[in-house]
């Protein structure tokens, strides 16, 4: 397991771990996949049957300034993971993004439908789906959307909904995207699913999204609701709020393809969020302050 200290790769190993795998797991400080003498040494002191990449280079703006440390990580360093597989023969499972879309379907997207990147960290992810493809036969490429888990409770960079508990805490008004609708994901489903898949001998490219379509405002609102805070939120759109990337607004993923093969639907994203409050709660003991109470 390379990216192992991400909100996923916690997950991953906790999961695996739970059913009884055995792991070995590689965190950036441990094993830098840009690094293809690393990988390659740390899958030769282990005989992995599969190896899941986590790992990822995640800042959409920043990304536009620096496209090729993007390219790096999410392109590149896929191609070293997916070459090194090939020499002990491991399956690779490789996670990327619903930004390999341009936003413009009204409907779920699904595994066939034309990607259309539309800017610096989602062609950068879209080239690590290739790469993986390019060498193995057998590699299970997972797009998901908007992940967010206790383990963002660790990393510096967090995750949307501790974003929001953060603003929160200030007195300022909270302006949050309404155009633009995604499909947040939680972790620990998110870990759970693709093992089920890993273990059916999936291979190919599957969606696994949340179970609720949502627009960022809504997902701000489910958040303070389920935290029991009242911050001012007001909505905005992506005309008022410009960003240096360029995002699908509209990039919910369908998970018909997953659910056809037997793996149970996610549940609505409301209950995601009581799963990651409940945990957070137990994690961090104490309730979110509200500062308007
Ligand atoms: N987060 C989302 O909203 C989202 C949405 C769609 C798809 N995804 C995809 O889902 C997967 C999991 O994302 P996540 O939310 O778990 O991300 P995350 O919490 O940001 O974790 C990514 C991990 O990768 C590590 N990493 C970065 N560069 C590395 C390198 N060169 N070598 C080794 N490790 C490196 C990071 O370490 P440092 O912290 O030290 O940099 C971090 O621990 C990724 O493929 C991501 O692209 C995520």
Redesign the pocket.
Known sequence: M??A?????VELVRELQARRYEVRSW??SQ????DPAAVEQALAEFDAQVVFN?????QVDVAEKEPQAAFL?NGL?VRNLAVACRQVDARLVH????YVFDGAARHPYAEDDPTHPLGAYAVS?LAGELYAQAYLDNALVVR????FGP??LD?A?G?FVELMLRLAGSSNPIRVVEDHVASPTY?PLLASRTIDLVEQQQSGVFHIGGGTPTSWFQFARLIFQTAGVEPMLLATNEREYRTPARRPRYSALSNGKMERIGLAPMPPLSEAMTLYFEERKRRVGKPVQNPRA
């Open positions: 390379f990216g200290a991400g909100q996923l790769g965190d950036r094993v830098d996949i840009t986590s790992a990822a280079y995640n990580v360093a996670f990327s993004t619903d992810k998901t959307s908007g992940v383990g963002g990393t960079r995750n972790a």
